[in-house]
């Protein structure tokens, strides 16, 4: 990992409070992928169908590993989501987490606060509670995150979400392995709950935010005082402010390694690829979209970055154009207009908190999604998926998971690259968000 160096941010992103979950002194490291980048660009080379009137850009791709941003258990991208929570879980007041309707009620004067004494103390929050699919990264670092703050955690876990218990081939196995494994682990209470089925009165079926609704007032009746993550974060009015930071040290970092890759530019230790972020900064950015807050923030966050450089008439990077944050779909429950709209929501209400226009600032224009490899369900491990979670395994020795970086990484590889430039040359940065440790619950891997 590189020093972190100063990260400067401008108002009112910098005054946002913080709770440190990530390493203090270490930014999650970039790294380049020299054998994958070597067999996209031979890849292209072999396309016959691409538009040969042009010089053709090679591309040198590089990694974000977020699963090793944090000390805490499978470090992961929903650590920086909660960065920007937990300020909130621990305040005397929380102004959200009161249930699947958004922002905390004000408590009655019946509801029973000592008159006299310290009246925000009943008010504090005793217990995390979320929610996923049996496999759920988010889960786990919620528990994490519980137990680093001294708090209990509750995690639901929905058989009926996603498709891969259904498509496993020991469906025991996948009950009670991985990442259920880790959050028992974590001391959370665990509770596995099947696909709501039809009232035999009413013939009503509930839904998950009513099974969640039920958990919360369960647990308020027990006197404890709960806090609501919806899954992935992403429908937190918060959840977004992560990755809008995130975007700030990539910048960061693109200086580190250009100075650095500057200064030694005529070593031959360099390769080709490596003397290419001498450019200054990574023109695409991939990174998976499932709920979606980190490509939303990511958007919003890149958006302040230009605005900011402009404002202060920074030196104009060599390359063209803004940079590209490409989301690759997860999951083919939603269709793709779907997904756009919810991106493009929660990228505004994470540019709304940290200073921008979300109307002017941000549009569907800097919406941009490949649904091309969702796969046939959430959390299936289909051929393609595995295939390239064994190649990148074997010429890059890194692990990816099988729900998420996976996916992306066939995205990656079938992405088509374009230089809005003269340089015949592209950076592309895959943000690696962790999860892998779903991986022992896929017995066929």
Same mark, same amino acid.
């Given at each position: ?49 691409? =538009? ?13 590993? $977020?699963?090793? #941003? ?20 621990? /305040?005397?007041?929380? @102004?959200?987490? !009161? ?18 004494? &310290?009246?925000? @103390? =009943?008010? @504090? ?27 209990? #955690? ?49 013939? $009503? ?8 609704? $039920? ?18 974060? /992403? ?29 030694? &530019? ?54 063209? *154009? ?24 929660? !990228? ?17 224009? &800097?919406?941009?999604?490949? =649904?091309?490899?969702?796969?046939? *369900? ?13 190649? +990148? ?28 430039? $003269? ?19 896929? +017995?066929?891997?």
């Amino acid at each position: 990992m590189s020093p972190k160096l100063p990260l400067p941010l401008p108002e009112p992103l910098a005054s946002i409070p913080r709770h440190t979950l990530l390493y203090p002194f270490l930014f999650s490291p970039i790294h380049p992928l020299p054998s994958l980048s070597s067999h996209l660009n031979k890849s292209r080379a072999g396309n016959k169908s691409q =538009d040969r009137t042009r010089r053709e850009a090679q591309v040198s791709l590089y990694t974000k590993r $977020e699963d090793h #941003s944090s000390p805490l258990a499978c470090a992961g991208n929903k650590y920086r989501k909660l960065e920007y929570i937990v300020p909130d879980i621990l /305040s005397s007041q929380p @102004r959200f987490g !009161a249930g699947v309707g958004g922002e905390l009620p004000a408590i009655p004067s019946s509801a029973g606060i000592p008159k006299g004494g &310290d009246e925000s @103390r =009943d008010r @504090r929050i005793t217990t995390l509670v979320t929610e996923g699919a049996l496999q759920s990264n988010h889960t786990v670092q919620v528990a994490s995150v519980a137990r680093k703050l001294g708090l209990e #955690s509750v995690v639901l876990l929905h058989k009926g979400t996603g498709g891969g218990l259904r498509s496993s081939s020991d469906p025991a196995a996948f009950s009670r392995t991985g990442n259920v494994q880790i959050v028992k682990l974590l001391a959370s209470d665990v509770r596995i709950l099947d696909p709501p089925e039809p009232d035999l009165v009413s013939g $009503e079926t509930k839904t998950q935010d009513d099974l969640v609704e $039920e958990v919360l007032q369960g647990l308020r009746s027990e006197g404890k005082n709960p806090y609501w993550i919806p899954s992935g974060a /992403s429908l937190h009015p918060l959840g977004g402010l992560g990755y809008a930071r995130c975007a700030f040290e990539i910048a960061a970092q693109e200086k580190e390694m250009s100075d650095e890759l500057l200064l030694h &530019d005529s070593s031959s230790a360099l390769s080709s690829g490596q003397r290419g972020l001498a450019s200054g900064r990574f023109d695409y950015i991939l990174v998976a979209c499932g709920s979606g807050s980190t490509l939303a923030g990511l958007i919003a966050g890149f958006k302040l970055l230009e605005k900011t450089q402009q404002h202060h008439h920074q030196q104009q990077l060599t390359n063209t *154009g803004p940079r590209r944050i490409i989301g690759i779909l997860t999951s083919p429950t939603q269709p793709k207009p779907y997904h756009e709209e919810r991106i493009l929501r929660f !990228a505004r209400q994470a540019g709304s908190l940290i200073g921008l226009d979300p109307e002017k600032d941000i549009t569907m224009a &800097d919406v941009r999604l490949d =649904d091309r490899f969702v796969g046939s *369900g959430y959390g299936i491990l289909d051929p393609g998926t595995k295939e390239a979670l064994e190649f +990148v395994t074997e010429k890059e020795e890194v692990i990816l998971d099988p729900v998420y970086t996976a996916k992306v990484m066939r995205g990656v590889m079938g992405w088509n690259f374009e230089d809005e430039g $003269e340089q015949g040359h592209v950076n592309a940065l895959f943000i690696h968000t962790g999860g892998q440790s779903a991986l022992g619950a896929y +017995v066929d891997t």
